[in-house]
């Protein structure tokens, strides 16, 4: 009852309603302008899904880390530090380091051998229609996830600002998030959506620095004080919070749950499908590679934001007050910015927060457009024989349906910690993208079987192992009694499986599945395809071309 009674009284301080949904609606109708405008040039496919290929490197990876830097990032990781410190940090340390792998790896490569997704690189050398199924397949799966993620840091958000308490009220929050993103997206296709990432990006890491810049000011700028604060407020045990295992390393099971999580992290990225799609938002291989590099500095810079935040949480506004928050754990950002700034502040932190969650949806939701429509619908069902502007209109029926499902997941997995779910997104990209793409890249002998095995394979582990994971069903905090599963109903348990991310299983098996898939298949292989893929993905030649045969 005591938390409850916190909660209320946490609602009725935070912020003027009034002042944060002005904030919010200017944004959103600043934002929707710049749509309108790009919108105007959206004349073919190579506009509609990759924005014309007019975008320069160092806007490109401003628009990445705009894209990378999601609800999970702001929301997500500030909360997890405040409540579990050392552990917490972690999730930054993984998501950046995810870059080097995408950067050495991937990034140039698929570029020059690709157009619109990654299953035109995967489809080069590759019996084309299954292969564009499973890699579509696996791309909704991966946007999925990622959505709940946006969905539920969206809920939990606007909850605390506008004081809304229950699953219901959270609820309607979630679908204007959804038809906010389905707007955006049919309208600005991926220039529009480019924009709005660039924008707030720029907000985003501004508005944390100044902040970065306030707490520490607090502090006499002495990053022990701020440590020391922490801990006082933490109360009995706040030392925990300066050294690892406060959430994992207690139990063997933990410390499983934080090799999967490393791992998936770590992965994760050069298998997203959102993030290798903007690669082909650039003419030339060099501007990928400088947009990397920009994207590396700004989200770098980010994180290391990332760790006086989370810190000046624990120590400004206490673990205790932040989890009886509607939003919980993803509520710490916004609380630290009203105690340090009261509501305008607030306001204008959570409009940056508000506007993260739009720019990730909406680039998520047009690469599953782009993935179905091109993919599925224009490769494989209609084998090629269908017009740009019918692929297009395709692509903006399937946004419709992506965002209904994205609010219904949305609405079930509210309350979770959006760093956690982004997490799974992670786990699924691992196992079911990245081996194939690794494979397909630089194993000569690589073929469709063992694309196929390690796709399916890596995809349906994946979702088998949470389904029956704590993280749907089983899970229950000790000190209230709570679910913290996405089913609310302790009674429900269904959990069979300890790990809570499933990323140390399933992608070395999703590898080995490419390798045994590759071995035992008859398919001769096709040495010219490689050498001929090896050189595009060098050179860039031919890149503009149609990669289907």
């Given amino acids: ?30 934002t929707l302008v710049i749509v309108l405008r790009a919108s105007r040039n959206n004349r073919t496919a190579a506009d509609y899904y990759a924005a014309g290929r007019s975008f320069t490197g160092p806007q490109n990876g401003t628009a990445i880390a705009g894209d990378y830097l999601s609800a999970a990032s702001f929301l997500g990781i500030c909360g997890a530090i405040a409540i579990n410190g050392y552990d917490g940090f972690l999730y930054s340390i993984g998501f950046l380091v995810a870059w080097l792998v995408a950067l050495l790896l991937v990034a140039e490569l698929l570029r020059n ?48 600002l506008l004081g809304i308490e229950g699953v219901a009220g959270q609820g309607v929050v979630i679908a204007v998030v959804g038809a906010l993103m389905i707007l955006y997206v049919l309208i600005g296709g991926m220039k529009g959506t480019t924009w709005v990432q660039i924008i707030k990006a720029v907000l985003l890491i501004a508005g944390a620095g100044v902040m970065t810049v306030w ?37 063997p099971t933990s410390q499983l749950n934080f090799l999967s999580l490393a791992l998936a992290l770590v992965l994760g990225t050069a298998g997203l499908p ?37 810190y000046g949480a624990g120590a400004l506004v206490g673990p205790d007050v932040i989890k009886a928050a509607p939003g919980g754990v993803n509520s710490a950002a916004p609380l630290l910015a009203f105690e340090l700034g009261g509501t305008v502040l607030l306001g204008i932190i959570s409009a940056v927060a508000f506007a993260t969650i739009l720019a990730v949806v909406a680039g998520l939701t047009i690469t599953a457009a782009t993935s179905f429509a091109h993919d599925i619908y224009a490769s494989v069902i209609k084998r090629g024989q269908v017009k740009p502007d019918g692929e297009v209109r395709v692509a903006r029926i399937t946004v419709i349906v992506i965002g209904i499902l994205a609010i219904i997941g949305g609405i079930f997995a509210n309350g979770q910690n959006v760093a956690f779910l982004v997490a799974l997104a992670f786990a699924v990209a691992a196992s079911a993208n990245l081996p194939t793409i690794l494979y397909s890249l630089f194993w000569k002998r690589f073929n469709t079987s063992g694309a196929l095995w390690s796709m399916y394979g890596g995809l349906i582990s994946c979702l088998v192992l949470i389904t ?53 298949s008859k398919e001769k292989p096709h040495p010219e395809k490689f050498a001929e893929m090896e050189v595009r993905s060098l050179t860039g030649a031919g890149a503009e071309k149609a990669t289907v045969h």
Wanted: hydrophobic fraction near 55%; avoid cysteine; aromatic fraction near 10%.
């Fill in 113 to 160: 051998t690709g157009r619109f997704t990654m299953a035109d690189v995967l489809s080069f050398r590759l019996k084309e229609r299954p292969v564009r199924m499973a890699a579509a397949l696996s791309t909704l799966a991966v946007v999925f996830f990622y959505l709940l993620a946006q969905m539920a840091g969206a809920g939990g958000l606007v909850a605390l």
């Fill in 1 to 30: 009852m005591s938390g409850l009674v916190t909660a209320a009284t946490t609602t009725e301080k935070v912020g003027d309603p009034v002042v944060n949904i002005a904030i919010f609606a200017a944004f959103v109708l600043v």
């Fill in 468 to 520: 029956f994971s704590p993280v749907v069903s089983g899970k229950v905090d000790p000190a209230t009694g709570k679910s913290l599963s996405m089913i609310r109903d302790t009674s429900i348990d269904f959990a069979v499986i300890p790990l809570e991310n499933p990323g140390l299983i399933t992608i070395p098996l999703a590898f080995l599945l490419g390798i045994v898939g590759t071995l035992l």
């Fill in 274 to 310: 959102h993030v290798l799609m903007r690669f082909y938002t650039v003419p030339t291989a060099k501007e990928a590679r400088r947009s990397v590099v920009w994207a590396i500095w700004l989200i770098g810079i980010f994180y290391l934001f990332t760790l006086v935040l989370g």
């Fill in 215 to 251: 707490v520490l000011a607090k502090f006499g700028f002495n990053l022990s004080d701020l440590l020391q604060g922490a801990v006082d407020k933490a109360g009995e045990g706040g030392e925990a919070l300066l050294g690892p295992g406060k959430q994992y390393g207690a139990t």
